[in-house]
């Protein structure tokens, strides 16, 4: 019997991590990360609640494959690997920008097996065919996973682009070899299934960027994915072809061109790359500035250059920034922040929006989908990846190509799909959900904590400060009212002595023993106060009594 069961990446764009389990192995298909709405208040990311898997590190045997290097594919690997152990099963490039993660964290890596080194792997009872296949990230795979129960095609995320700048093609025959040996469900990417026609190719961005390096004569300042290795590469080699010179901005960027050049995928030409300290003492013409922060990230480069945060740059009157990236659904406040900024210094600024060809979609859309479940020919067609009406869309396009409904199996996270010799029995649930990741310190961030932050950000707080004289059971002196973000306080300066009065009040009301008792005091105090404000009818803010002995 095989259980497919999903902890991410189902009805939201990120958090992908599938596990495939027979017998005692599981074989876990990606662990990533997805990045926080601006109502997660201090979580600097999101990843899979791992229950499913900790509750079976004892008594079966893991490992982890990758299908490629996105964040939204690896980025929780760390987190993973502070918990359990497993074989890591990846191409060099995935386990290169792993790797610097799991070294930032200073844990140990796992065992590592490159899967671009053979036809196939075997893991338990699993034998799995990597088939490579275009995509905006060197080495991208899709997966045929094989059991008794079935065969399995885990596209992950694809598309068919016929002229990468690589020269590198989706390796198609493999994928019409299984489609002709019969395949029991394919797993397919719906990221773009709401959008026709075919995903653009790399190509055409090449070309069309070409006419702003070429004619642009004041500062070109290119944000994109710090991943689109070919991209980047492109941008090198015009710069080259127009006397201009390149600078990187952004820890990301600087890392994963590294990994990228030591593996081959990136060629630097010749007396091209500069450092940034030398952006400032050439004319703003020469030099292309190649910068992270296309979904607006607070401290990104971008961000930085925008509002002079940085010293290597700065942005000046008649600077373009080009999105050479799309604009993740939830990132469109922070990036109009940004470009705000940019036109307050006298810049502009060109989105896909302005012009679609300053950027193609790594995601294959509708006739791409279409086209590679006619060659898998699956029994089964189970859409993945994507928000939940990408899910719907995708089912809709299986029916157009002649899927019976009880035949596409449309999920949610903590849901498991079971098979046995190739035939679908039952679905059923586990619990499942997310761990918020606090920004500064990668701690997880509880519910309840997420609360109060939300609720501090909204109501503010007001803090009475009560001093004790411990020996005595009275008051020392005067209680002290502190507040942040409270506006009765700010418009209403008697509410202060109002509040002050209450708290004094309770001198005489309670008895020495309970003055000296910190839990009664702060109990009272904090009674004291919200009996303050709704006599005025103000808001009830996060009141937090503190208590001085002395």
Not at 278 to 295: D, P
Request: hydrophobic share 40%; charged share 25%; aromatic share 10%.
């Amino acid at each position: 019997m095989l259980k497919i069961s999903f902890l991410g990446g189902l009805g939201e764009f990120g958090r992908n991590m599938t596990i495939y389990e027979s017998g005692n192995h599981c074989l876990i298909v990606d662990c990533g990360m997805m990045f926080p709405e601006a109502e997660t208040l201090g979580v600097d990311r999101i990843i899979p609640d791992f229950q499913y898997v900790l509750e079976r590190k004892e008594e079966k045997d893991f490992a982890l494959l990758l299908t490629h290097a996105h964040e939204d594919h690896i980025g929780a690997v760390p987190f993973l690997l502070k918990q359990m152990d497993f074989s890591l099963f990846a191409s060099k490039f995935s386990f290169g920008l792993v790797e610097k993660k799991i070294s930032e964290m200073e844990l140990e890596c796992p065992s590592f097996n490159d899967i671009a080194e053979t036809e196939s792997f075997n893991f338990g009872p699993f034998s799995v065919e990597p088939v490579f296949v275009t995509h905006s990230i060197p080495e991208s795979y899709s997966m045929i996973v094989r059991c008794e129960d079935g065969v399995f095609v885990h596209t992950s995320d694809f598309k068919f682009d016929q002229t990468p700048l690589d020269f590198k093609t989706t390796e198609y025959g493999k994928l019409q070899k299984v489609g002709s040996e019969g395949v029991t469900a394919i797993l397919i990417d719906s990221t773009n299934a709401e959008t026709s026609g075919i995903a653009g190719s790399e190509k055409t961005v090449f070309k069309n960027i070409e006419k702003y390096i070429s004619s642009f004569r004041n500062r070109l300042i290119i944000t994109l994915f710090s991943t689109n290795i070919q991209r980047i590469q492109g941008i090198l080699n015009l710069s080259k072809r127009y006397g201009k010179k390149v600078a990187f901005l952004g820890r990301s960027l600087i890392g994963n061109i590294e990994v990228a050049e030591r593996l081959g995928h990136l060629q630097y030409p010749s007396n091209v790359v500069i450092s940034p300290d030398k952006i400032e003492k050439m004319n703003r013409g020469e030099v292309v500035v190649i910068a992270t922060g296309s979904q607006g990230e607070p401290f990104s480069a971008l961000s930085r250059i925008a509002f002079d945060e940085t010293k290597e740059l700065f942005v000046e009157d008649g600077d373009l920034v080009l999105f050479s990236a799309r604009i993740i659904p939830g990132n469109e406040k922070r990036i109009g922040r940004i470009i705000n900024q940019v036109y307050r210094k006298g810049g502009r600024v060109i989105t896909p929006k302005d012009d679609p060809f300053i950027h193609v979609s790594g995601h294959a859309s509708q006739e791409e989908l279409k086209l590679m479940a006619s060659w898998v020919k699956g029994r089964y067609y189970i859409p993945i990846h994507g928000e939940f009406r990408q899910l719907k869309e995708n089912a809709e396009l299986a029916r157009e190509l002649g899927f019976r409904d009880e035949n596409i199996l449309v999920n949610e996270v903590g849901d498991s799909l079971v098979f046995r010799k190739g035939e679908f029995l039952y679905k059923e649930k586990f619990p499942a959900g997310m761990v918020w990741l606090d920004g500064e310190s990668g701690d997880p961030v509880g519910k309840l904590l997420l609360r109060d932050r939300r609720h501090l950000g909204i109501e503010g707080f007001v803090l009475p400060i009560v001093v004790v004289d411990s020996s005595e059971g009275c008051f020392e002196s005067e209680p002290q009212i502190i507040h942040r973000g409270y506006s009765p306080l700010e418009s209403q300066p008697d509410l202060y002595d109002e509040i002050k009065r209450s708290i004094k009040e309770l001198e005489k009301e309670l008895t020495k023993a309970e003055i000296t008792d910190q839990n009664i005091l702060k109990a009272k105090v904090k009674s004291a106060v919200k009996k303050s404000l709704k006599r005025r009818e103000a808001k009830i803010p996060v009141v937090i009594p503190v208590v001085m002995e002395v």
